[in-house]
Nanobody, 127 residues
Framework: QVQLAESGGGLVQTGGSLRLSCAFS????????MGWFRQRPGNEREIVAA????????YYPNFVKGRFTISRDDAKNTVYLQLNSLKPEDTAVYYC????????????????????WGRGTQVTVSS
């Protein structure tokens, strides 16, 4: 059974940076597209980054483009999310997600398409 565990959240000032990690267990991450989502208070869960397996194709919505970077280390069975230039509106619980059965170079971008989820890590950006 695949399990995901996020870490690296915390409290940071506006303009600061954090690196979130997602440890993948119960399988090999190398054939799974991975996504990072967040849920802000009173809002629905939204995608902030996605990464295919093989080829390194990525997706970012416009509101994080140029500030967030997703990466993976298949040898460590870990995916990362680098958060730079953080803003108070980035305050949220951040979740990583995984999905089987996607072709190389392709990633899902909707939360409904992912089947495995971590429990989340809180990111709080103070103004």
């Amino acid at each position: 059974q695949v399990q995901l565990a996020e870490s690296g959240g915390g409290l940071v000032q506006t303009g600061g940076s954090l690196r979130l990690s997602c440890a993948f267990s119960g399988g090999k991450i190398s054939r799974y597209p991975m996504g990072w989502f967040r849920q802000r208070p009173g809002n629905e869960r939204e995608i902030v980054a996605a990464l295919s397996w093989g080829g390194g194709n990525t997706y970012y919505p416009n509101f994080v483009k140029g500030r967030f970077t997703i990466s993976r280390d298949d040898a460590k069975n870990t995916v990362y999310l680098q958060l730079n230039s953080l803003k108070p509106e980035d305050t949220a619980v951040y979740y990583c997600a995984a999905r089987r059965g996607y072709a190389c170079g392709v990633y899902p971008s909707s939360s409904a398409s992912y089947e495995y989820w971590g429990r989340g890590t809180q990111v709080t950006v103070s103004s």
